[in-house]
């Protein structure tokens, strides 16, 4: 936080996050890019507005062509996963796109907000949302600098809000408008520093007195298990579960998010058609 109370700043490195989360999907560079992003977005979002709370972004693209999710946890356990559309690759180019932000609160409801973000970045689209769901000014730079054969070479992004106790941040606001300028080749930026979010916070806030809060880690990771799978098996109906038993092997089945595998016997499935 600036020592005027002015701003606050939140930068994360995700190289290693987004890495995990993009191999455990299948999809085309350009799409991976995007699934990065809002895996760096949904981070940001997390630690500004609900550090303790899981939040979930999810993007819908144009025209049917699929849907991206990025899942945050307070623990710092972040997945993503990608839903290919049925008419074509996935685009932001076109009507019906749109980004939805979900936090999920202590008593149980959920806040959310919805932006469109046909023929836009995904930076504007956060920075709408935050402007129009959250009504406080900020800017968001989120990327993911790939090589040429579309790998993960640095992902990360920043936050910068002007804070509501701020007095006068006019001036300061000024510096920081056209300091964002500097920042248009994002994943350049991402290159030069490594993704280092203390070089990064340092290069936003360079000239001004500012404090360093708290850090945290964030990680790849998902939440199935097992006991999950037994579970959403036990909601089927019994002619369901008569039809995976059908040709007498075991059922196989794979985690969208993270890819694992699971297997469940055929007596554990005889066991889903007793009565409890």
């Known amino acids: 936080m600036t ?4 701003f606050r700043c939140i930068t994360v490195d995700a190289t290693s996050t987004v890495r995990a989360v993009l191999a455990a ?4 560079p350009e ?25 979930q972004c999810i993007c819908r693209g144009a025209g049917a062509s699929g849907t991206l999710v990025a899942d945050a946890h307070p623990d710092g356990m972040t997945r993503g996963l990608y839903q290919a559309g049925k008419t074509r690759p996935f685009s932001l180019e076109g009507e019906g796109a749109l980004l939805q932000m979900t936090r999920n609160l202590p008593t149980g409801s959920q806040h959310q907000g919805i932006v469109g973000v046909s023929g836009i970045s995904l930076d504007a689209a956060f920075m709408t ?68 979010p203390r070089a990064l916070t340092e290069r936003i806030l360079e000239g001004m007195d500012f404090t360093w809060l708290a850090d945290s ?17 036990a909601t089927l109906d019994r002619s369901e579960i008569e039809s995976l038993m059908a040709d ?4 196989d089945m794979s985690c969208d998010y993270c ?4 297997r469940v016997d055929l007596a554990t499935l005889r066991g889903l058609l007793s009565p409890s």
């Not at 959250?134 to 990327?143: A, Y």
Request: glycine share 12%; net charge negative; aromatic share 8%.
């Open 217 to 233: 880690r964030i990680h790849f990771g998902c939440t199935c298990s097992q006991e999950r799978v037994l579970a959403s098996l």
């Open 31 to 55: 799409t991976s890019r995007l699934l990065g992003e809002l895996v760096v977005g949904s981070v940001l979002y997390r630690e500004t507005m609900a550090p303790t709370l899981r939040v």
């Open 248 to 251: 007498g092997e075991p059922f």
């Open 129 to 196: 949302y935050f402007d129009q769901s959250e009504q406080i000014l900020t800017m968001v730079s989120v990327g993911v600098a790939q090589g040429p054969g579309g790998e993960v070479e640095a992902a990360g992004g920043f936050l910068v809000q002007l804070l509501p106790e701020a007095k006068d941040a006019r001036g300061p606001l000024t510096v920081l408008t056209e300091r964002f300028e500097d920042f248009r080749d994002f994943t350049g930026v991402l290159r030069e520093l490594n993704a280092d």
């Open 3 to 6: 020592d005027d109370g002015a």
């Open 259 to 262: 890819g694992r595998s699971y």
């Open 25 to 28: 999907q299948e999809a085309d």
